[in-house]
């Protein structure tokens, strides 16, 4: 378990820089970048099962801020629809994990604490903990599912090889900033979130 556990959190770090780099060269939808960021960078802290550097009160006090950002702007909108609601459950999420999920070491890996007293059941059963990490993990299912949309190239990037015989055609592959390579983190993350949340259970 302790290998799924480093490849996890070095997969959330990757996805963490990725989207820092996308914040830098876009220069747009700064913020949305920096939440899935600071998701990413808290999810690679929870799996990592060398520590985390970072205190837990700092985590919670990002995830509340960006809760707090983007719940607001739903409310002002009077929707949760498309990202401003993906960002409040997510935001939502990774303050559950925090408080549910979170070993008595903080750091320790929910992977690791999730199989644990954490879990809210008693005797067995499930608790109110395990019925809300259920549900979270089936968003966050559907939320990759609805990835895997994004993902498939278009027509536009299917483009004839200069080189290539007749009929042959080349992958134009997708940019650091590309909607597909924004589509590949989220499904990722959203794989992350799932099997995170399904530990605790």
């Known amino acids: 378990m302790q290998i799924v556990s480093v490849l996890l959190a070095v997969g959330c770090l990757g996805l963490g820089l990725l989207h820092i780099l996308r914040m830098v060269l876009r220069r747009a939808d700064v913020v949305e970048e920096a939440s899935h960021a600071a998701m990413a960078f808290g999810m690679a802290a929870m799996f990592s099962p060398f520590g ?75 608790g109110v903990a395990s019925v809300v990490a259920i549900v979270l993990a089936g968003y966050f299912a559907w939320h990759g599912l609805r990835c895997t949309d994004r993902i498939r190239p278009e027509p536009a990037l299917l483009a004839v090889a200069p080189d290539a015989g007749p009929g042959a055609v080349a992958l134009r592959l997708p940019t650091v900033c590309a909607p597909r390579t924004a589509a590949v983190a989220h499904l990722t993350m959203a794989v992350a979130m799932a099997v995170m949340l399904l530990a605790m259970v």
């Open 52 to 126: 985390d550097p970072v205190p837990v009160p700092v985590w919670v006090a990002v995830f509340a801020v960006s809760l707090g950002w983007f719940g607001t702007l739903a409310v002002a909108a009077r929707s949760l629809a498309g990202e401003m609601g993906h960002h409040v459950l997510g935001s939502a999420a990774m303050l559950f994990m925090l408080f549910a999920g979170h070993g008595p070491t903080p750091g320790a890996g929910a992977l690791q604490a999730g199989h644990g007293s954490h879990g809210g059941g008693g005797a067995g059963g499930l």
